[in-house]
T-cell receptor, first 111, second 114 residues
């Protein structure tokens, strides 16, 4: 059974720092991996989708990488801002569209 | 496009009551699914549908029923609510059942069962 782990569970950084969020998964036979953002009491907003054949995807200040063989993905956030404060979730797709989620990283960016 | 919409946003039920959580999408997506989110357990798949008339069970289907009569709607029914069903429920959709599709989530329904 696929297991997804996100480290750290919580992170607090000063504004302007570059930071890395980690996601690891136990079964490398995945189709794709998706990073989401969740604000308190809100739904999930898709940030980046990386297909299994890709090594990275970029959107603005966000860059996600994927290393299938080692079962790892990282989300890099450049020049963090207070508005980036949220919980970040990674989810792997290894059976059709059925996602297995990590527990999330709760990020606080202090002004 | 409104994307994925869910109603109600909040609901309180008593044990044994029934209710239907509504989910709709206006993106002509074939694939729809329901997840529940619980502290310490993350998001878990309840049921999914690959198209109108086709549904299947996910990881935690017990206590829930679904049907898919149209492409747009995918309601989730609780026939006899239990306190263990207290959770936040999210509906999601994607273009088709396949490995390459991005999934889009609704705003969620927060359900409390007393």
């Amino acid at each position: 059974k696929q297991e997804v782990t996100q480290i750290p569970a919580a992170l607090s950084v000063p504004e302007g720092e570059n930071l890395v969020l980690n996601c690891s998964f136990t079964d490398s036979a995945i189709y794709n991996l998706q990073w989401f953002r969740q604000d308190p009491g809100k739904g999930l907003t898709s940030l980046l989708l990386i297909q299994s054949s890709q090594r990275e995807q970029t959107s603005g200040r966000l860059n996600a990488s994927l290393d299938k063989s080692s079962g790892r993905s990282t989300l890099y956030i450049a020049a963090s801002q207070p508005g980036d404060s949220a919980t970040y979730l990674c989810a792997v797709n290894n059976a059709g569209n059925m996602l297995t989620f990590g527990g999330g990283t709760r990020l606080m960016v202090k002004p | 496009n409104a994307g994925v919409t869910q109603t109600p946003k909040f609901q309180v039920l008593k044990t044994g009551q029934s209710m239907t959580l509504q989910c709709a999408q206006d993106m002509n997506h074939e694939y729809m699914s329901w997840y529940r989110q619980d502290p310490g357990m993350g998001l878990r798949l309840i049921h999914y549908s690959v198209g109108a008339g086709i549904t299947d069970q996910g990881e935690v289907p017990n206590g829930y029923n679904v049907s898919r009569s149209t492409t747009e709607d995918f309601p989730l029914r609780l026939l006899s609510a239990a306190p263990s069903q207290t959770s936040v429920y999210f509906c999601a959709s994607s273009l088709a059942f396949g490995d390459w599709n991005e999934q889009f989530f609704g705003p969620g329904t927060r359900l409390t069962v007393l």
